[in-house]
Structures are given as C-alpha cells and as structure tokens.
C-alpha cells in the first residue's frame, strides 16, 4: 500500500477550530445566505404575472437577512467533553458502628 502526501499536517488533537477560521466560515455562510435574497427578488418581478408565485417568493425573501445574521453571529457548538466528577461512595465501614464499652472512674 503506497501514500502520497501532499504536504497538509496531520491532525492529532481535538482542539477547536482558530478564531479566523470561525469567523471564516461564519462569513461565507453569511455572504450565500444574503446572495440568495437578489435573486429571489429578481424571480419574484420576474414571475409578477403569477401573483402566488412572487409572493411566495418575496415572503421567502424576507427572513433571510435575520437568519443570516443568526447563523452568522453563532459560534459552532462546543464538543462534549466527559467530565472527571468525584463520586463519594458510601461505604458504612468508615465509621465504626460496633458499641464501645464506657469505662467509668
């Protein structure tokens, strides 16, 4: 079995993704969500001879800045990490619990 590599480093830790390559992501989901309002606009004065057709299409239009905006701001979720808790065990040993004799003087 033969590997060529290309050169990209390996990945060997399960830390999240650099500020920059959030915001990265975060702005070209941004910038597809806003280019598709035009468009839905312009199909929607393209279609205005069918009256349910471009209504349906500027109403589409209409959430789409609000919703770019929310995913845009959004960071991705954290991973689930496993917590190491402490965990008392109830053991009824660590206590005597056998009577003891009182000696009086």
């Known amino acids: 079995m033969t590997t060529q590599r290309d050169g990209t480093p390996v990945l060997i ?9 959030q915001l990265a992501t975060r702005k070209r989901k941004y910038m597809l969500m806003m280019s598709l309002r035009i468009p839905c606009l312009v199909a929607a004065a393209a279609c205005y001879q069918i009256p349910w057709l471009a209504i349906g299409l500027v109403l589409l239009s209409v959430p ?4 770019a905006v929310l995913i845009a701001n959004d960071r991705p979720p ?7 808790r402490f ?3 109830r053991d009824d040993t660590a206590i005597e619990s056998k009577q003891h004799p009182v000696i009086e003087g």
């Open 13 to 21: 830790t399960e830390a999240q993704q650099s500020y920059e390559d």
């Open 78 to 84: 954290r991973k689930a990490e496993k917590v190491n």
């Open 64 to 67: 789409l800045p609000w919703m």
């Open 87 to 89: 965990r008392r065990v």
